[in-house]
């Protein structure tokens, strides 16, 4: 008989992972003693079951909203665990560190490119809207994959990857009916085709045909299409990465999601057992809470995940 088709997604933590299932998201974190600290409570499934998740374009801003929310509140959870007695990572210090960082990332992806990109339309003098996108949209890029490979050097970071890898793994086994356990887990690609580290790819992509459209207006209007445009250009990057988990045994598919797994290869690092021990636990408290099996069949897959 078919099991049961849900939602789901993931994240790593601070020294853990978070799962996302239908209804309940479940945060496993390891203490400083080594023990596992697991938060797990309901969430607005209307999101994911209900009405608004089967209108297109507009589910995926309503998805990546929630995401968003649920991901800050697991990061405080995980910063204020991983922390012990030394801090409280929590209230105005922790929502006003992730409001900065969010301003810093709109203008460092988004304004930034737009106006260096003028800046070279001035000096070289091209008229083509299309090829400034484009440098836009390469410069967007560079940008990207640069801050990610420059921050996964850092000591604290490579271990988030490597929480990130223990998330994909896990989630890897179970779509495959793999037992849950880090000795099975752990020989399963540390890569998932959809990642959200893949998401960012294909932003930057779909900005460069978006803006493209709309030609090459005043610095000032550019600036502001692309604050303006970002959740439209989200909206369409979900559906993009929907449709392709819907079809991936498709050659054409698989062929598309290339590049979103070979910049993974930058987010992702080889978990150890320990840290595959927390993603286990995180999902199989999310399968519990949903009265759901530890495994899933490849025909009944899930219908889509992010991280």
Same mark, same amino acid.
């Given at each position: %008989? ?15 992972? %978070? ?24 969430? $607005? ?41 030394? =801090? ?36 070289? =003098? @091209?008229?083509?809207?299309?090829? =400034? ?12 994959? =640069? ?6 050097? @850092? ?53 460069? %045909? ?7 207006? $005043? ?5 502001? $299409? ?48 320990? %840290? ?32």
């Amino acid at each position: %008989m078919a099991k049961e088709r849900f939602n789901y997604g993931g994240q790593a933590v601070i020294e853990g992972v %978070m799962m996302r299932g239908s209804r309940h998201v479940a945060v496993a974190v390891r203490d400083p003693d080594g023990n596992i600290v697991i938060r797990e409570q309901p969430i $607005s499934s209307s999101l994911y079951n209900g009405f608004w998740s089967k209108v297109p374009f507009v589910r995926g801003l309503g998805l990546l909203w929630d995401s968003l929310g649920l991901g800050i509140r697991a990061l405080t959870f995980s910063a204020d665990v991983s922390l012990g007695d030394e =801090g409280d990572f929590s209230g105005p210090v922790a929502w006003g560190t992730i409001a900065f960082s969010l301003c810093l990332s709109i203008v460092l992806f988004f304004l930034a490119p737009a106006a260096a990109a003028d800046g070279l339309h001035a000096l070289t =003098g @091209m008229e083509s809207p299309l090829v =400034g996108n484009l440098i836009e949209g390469l410069i967007r890029l560079i940008l990207v994959v =640069g801050y990610i490979w420059l921050i996964g050097r @850092m000591e604290d970071i490579k271990r988030l990857f490597s929480y990130h890898g223990a998330e994909h793994k896990t989630i890897n086994a179970y779509e495959n009916g793999a037992p849950l356990t880090p000795q099975s887990v752990s020989r399963f690609p540390q890569e998932h085709p959809r990642c959200g580290t893949g998401f960012l790819l294909v932003v930057v992509v779909i900005s460069v %045909m978006v803006f493209t459209v709309l030609g090459r207006p $005043s610095l000032l209007l550019r600036l502001a $299409s692309r604050v303006v445009l970002v959740p439209v250009i989200a909206g369409i990057a979900y559906e993009y990465i929907r449709l392709l988990s819907r079809h991936i045994e498709h050659p054409v598919a698989r062929l598309l999601v290339l590049p979103q797994l070979w910049l993974q290869k930058l987010t992702t690092r080889e978990p150890s057992h320990d %840290m595959l021990q927390v993603a286990i636990q995180a999902l199989e408290t999310v399968l519990a809470a949903e009265h759901l099996p530890a495994s899933v069949s490849l025909d009944s897959a899930p219908t889509e995940a992010s991280s």
